[in-house]
């Protein structure tokens, strides 16, 4: 059945995790093309049209000669293409570490059980807060990650009451704060960090350091 399945693809890649816990480790990424989102900071907006389709078949030996451990399916909105879930299943049942970044706006229920989810939360500096679904918090697992851009100090103070009013946040096994890159000063961000009473840890994009500011990698 799996072998029938495919998906539109920006590209596949590997070079270096950028964000997160697995950040500076070899990673392949496969960028799904197409998201319903349009976040004023988005970085990958030439993933939103076009593409090539590949099998799941072909997606997993392209992986498979990559030759590395880790593999990063992304987008654009991954989940915005219904095989998705079976690319994740498929990916962990060859060996691969699997990690996903999603916008948290579709339901990740159905998402493979070994797969580390890095769900985005909305803040209003991104235009599409709306769109957070909360119903995702409660999925959230120690494996799991959450991920947060802000733009300014009130989009910061903006997600430490979403914290309070979400305690299950805290589930997650790390909380990410990042800069909306070139926009948020960073010794403040820093400066709010250290203040907070929440378990935050702010973020830097590696690729954008070593490859620039127009780098999706």
């Keep these: 059945m799996t072998e029938s399945l495919s998906l539109r693809i920006t590209e596949v ?6 964000e997160a ?11 799904l093309t197409g998201c319903p989102l ?29 030759g590395v451990l880790r593999v990063c399916v ?7 293409q219904p095989n998705c879930w079976s690319l994740l299943a498929a990916l962990c049942d ?3 570490e699997v990690s996903l ?19 985005d939360v909305k803040t209003p500096g991104s235009g599409e807060s709306s769109k957070n679904l909360m119903s995702n918090l409660t999925l959230i697992e120690p494996k799991d990650q959450i991920k947060v851009v802000v733009t300014s100090a009130d989009d910061f103070r903006w997600f ?11 589930q997650a096994g790390a909380i990410w704060i990042s800069p909306s890159y070139g926009e948020m000063d960073l ?4 400066d709010l960090i250290v203040q907070s009473r929440h378990p935050f840890r702010m973020q830097l994009q590696l690729h954008k350091q070593i490859w620039g500011e127009e780098s999706g990698r």
């Design 187 to 190: 010794q403040i961000l820093a």
């Design 38 to 66: 349009r976040c004023v900071y988005c970085d990958s907006e030439y993933a939103f049209q076009g593409g090539e389709h590949y099998s799941i078949v072909e997606l997993v030996a392209q992986v498979e000669d990559a």
């Design 74 to 80: 992304t987008g654009g909105e991954p989940l915005a």
């Design 13 to 18: 890649f590997t070079s270096l995790q950028g």
């Design 21 to 31: 816990l697995t950040s500076g480790l070899p990673t392949t990424f496969i960028r």
């Design 94 to 96: 060859a060996g691969f």
């Design 101 to 119: 970044e999603t916008s948290g706006a579709i339901d990740i229920t159905d998402v493979d059980s070994r797969v580390s989810v890095v769900l």
């Design 160 to 170: 430490e009451l979403f914290c309070d009013e979400h305690p299950e946040v805290v």
